[in-house]
């Protein structure tokens, strides 16, 4: 009897530790807000492409900003004919897309990043988890070396349908996740034979000395004194087209504002500064002027 009690005990201890086991496991937490870039591999001298994708963590994204950081030498961003980023929105995610190079008005050999802005003037419905924002090419140097060379995500902003930030730059100081990526470069040019170059001796100049002229005495002119010029005021420069909280520059949650203002979805005192030809209205060409703004900064 006593060794039946104990066998059921242990059957039950038994059942007990597996229960422990194979019970409900802990909630996964939701994926922050944050983008992604591939890690393309290339050989040098070759275009890639790499992609940037996009990572909701369950939030409304209707558009969005970032910079992107690439090695100006080894591996940069190709350009258009119109010199602007040789990058595509998906056509997928239904928005548009805006690319400049930075720093502004640099040259190809300057432009060490990007700036991609996509949003929708039409449209603010959210983008799609895990969707393909955008594609950009890669010119890979001939004389790049093998290796990594990094692709970095800067200044990540996100915006709701209304314009506010679940994450970026911004009073709450709450970062956007950012996966940077690079190009792999996996092989290296054939090495180019140099050749042996035999120094000439140069001749030496002599230099045989000339006198020096004495200077002439000019007479001084005298001064006749002149009315002293009346300062005129300068007047103080327009605010930047789309800079709706004064900051000194447009972004992505602004040209959202704008966007809303003009689909009738908010008033125009939303942001004045938006109202760029003084219209009264927010149009098109306000928006432009703002996209402007956000790439290339307040002019």
């Keep these: 009897m006593r060794r039946h009690a104990l066998r059921n005990w242990n059957l039950w201890s038994v059942a007990a530790i597996a229960l ?3 019970g409900p496991q802990a909630p996964t937490r939701a994926l922050a807000q944050g983008l992604t870039v591939s890690s393309p591999a290339a050989n040098p001298g070759q275009q890639v492409s790499f992609t940037v994708v996009l990572s909701t963590g369950g939030a409304q994204v209707a558009g969005l ?6 090695e100006a030498v080894n591996t940069p961003v190709s350009r258009r004919a119109s010199g602007r980023p040789n990058c595509t929105v998906n056509p997928a995610i239904g928005k548009s897309g805006a690319f400049g190079f930075l720093p502004p008005d640099c040259s190809a050999s300057s432009c060490t990043s990007m700036r991609a802005i996509v949003f929708a003037i039409d449209s603010l419905d959210p983008i799609p988890d895990a969707s393909v924002l955008f594609t950009c090419t890669i010119d890979v140097s001939s004389v790049a070396s093998a290796g990594r060379h990094p692709i970095t995500l800067e200044n990540v902003i996100f915006n ?11 009073p709450n100081d709450r970062r956007c996740d950012a996966a940077n990526g690079a190009v792999v470069v996996t092989d290296l040019p054939a090495p180019t034979a140099s050749r042996s170059v035999t120094p000439t001796a140069s001749p030496t100049a002599t230099f045989t000395s000339s006198p020096t002229a004495s200077p002439t005495e000019t007479p001084t ?3 006749t004194p002149t009315d002293t010029p009346t300062a005129t005021a300068t007047p103080t420069p327009p605010a930047c087209a789309g800079d709706c909280d004064g900051s000194g520059d447009a972004s ?10 003009a689909l009738g979805n908010a008033p125009l005192q939303s942001c ?3 109202d ?3 219209d009264g209205a927010i149009t098109i060409d306000d928006i432009l002027s703002a996209v402007n703004v956000a790439l290339l900064g307040c002019v």
């Design 20 to 22: 422990t086991i194979v």
């Design 65 to 70: 900003q970032a910079d992107l950081r690439f």
């Design 160 to 170: 709701d349908p209304n314009g506010v930030r679940p994450c970026g730059p911004g």
């Design 221 to 223: 002119a005298t001064l």
């Design 252 to 261: 992505v949650d602004e040209l959202l504002i704008l966007t809303n203002v």
């Design 272 to 274: 004045q500064a938006g």
């Design 276 to 278: 760029s030809d003084g």
